[in-house]
């Protein structure tokens, strides 16, 4: 029995180290190809034109390949996204762990389970015909197709996500801890909020990347609501993302233009690694 046992764990250690290793060579094959495809039309445009241009006009007489206002517009959507979403997502995930009844709990849980499973072109299309008709109204403003809109339906989208990575990490923070703060004298809101959560924010802080990463990399959606112009970011200006430019020209593109768009996937690789490894930077430093 101990023999045949200890088979059977080498072969799962086995499968499970498989499973790894293609994850891995999957993020370097990714890498390799985004920067063999990418890197020539940096070289030809000239990196401080292609990343610090302010004019996109990838089909004209005399194209120009500047992609700084796609970058400010994903960086601006971003954090709008996430500054609206992830207190909302936070304070949620606090109550569902922490207060709810089990009742209450099992069918909020539920919701967000369906709101996280809706395709996102269904989130784009409510948007259009909702929500960018409501900025115009509410606003006066004469097309309601705006970063607004697209910062509302990115954080729209990434509240499901970040409440149920944040509800696991709640649920994972031992008991005794915050017994331990109400035998103190803590109330039962101060020690959700100055123990549970301190002791899930690794978690929380994973909620967070993966909200980050799934506002950025969101396409279709915003591309429905932002208007899609390559325009400087505003409120209330008709805008253009990185993925969205991609998104728009890639299946017309050809030659430095169909280049340029893959450099534009490059520097979005590139940011999302950017923000992974800067957070996780903060969070090891902390617990230094």
């Known amino acids: 029995m ?16 498989i499973l790894g290793l293609i994850t891995v060579g999957a993020v370097l094959l990714i890498t390799v190809y985004l920067v063999i495809s990418g890197i020539p039309a940096i070289k030809e445009i000239g990196i401080r034109d292609f990343l610090f241009n302010t004019h996109w006009n990838s089909t004209g007489s005399d194209p120009q390949f500047g992609i700084l206002p796609f970058i400010m517009t994903s960086i601006y959507g971003t954090a709008g996204a996430i500054i609206i979403g992830a207190p909302v997502s936070l304070l949620v995930a606090v109550y569902l762990s922490k207060a709810a009844p089990s009742g209450l709990r099992h069918v909020v849980e539920t919701a967000v389970s369906l709101l996280a499973g809706i395709p996102s072109v269904v989130y784009g299309l409510v948007g259009m015909m909702v929500l960018v008709p409501g900025i115009m109204n509410v606003f006066n403003v004469p097309d309601g197709a705006s970063l607004l809109a697209a910062i509302i339906v990115l954080a729209v989208m990434i509240i499901p996500s970040v409440i149920k990575v944040s509800l696991n990490a709640l649920d994972a923070v031992p008991p005794e801890y915050e017994e331990a703060s109400l035998a103190l004298g803590a109330t039962e809101t101060e020690t959700y909020f100055r123990v549970s959560l301190k002791a899930a924010k690794s978690g929380i802080a994973a909620a967070v990347v993966l909200g980050v990463g799934r506002a ?11 208007g899609n112009a390559a325009n400087m970011p505003g409120l209330f200006e008709s805008v253009r993302f990185l993925t969205t430019a991609v998104a728009s020209e890639m299946s017309y593109a050809a030659g430095l233009q169909r280049e340029a768009l893959f450099s534009i996937a490059l520097v979005l690789f590139l940011f999302i690694m950017l923000i992974n490894a800067v957070l996780n930077f903060f969070l090891k430093r902390e617990k230094e």
């Open 2 to 17: 101990k023999v045949r046992s200890r088979i059977t764990e080498n072969i799962i250690h086995g499968i499970f180290l």
């Open 216 to 226: 950025i990399g969101e396409a279709m959606a915003v591309m429905m609501v932002s």
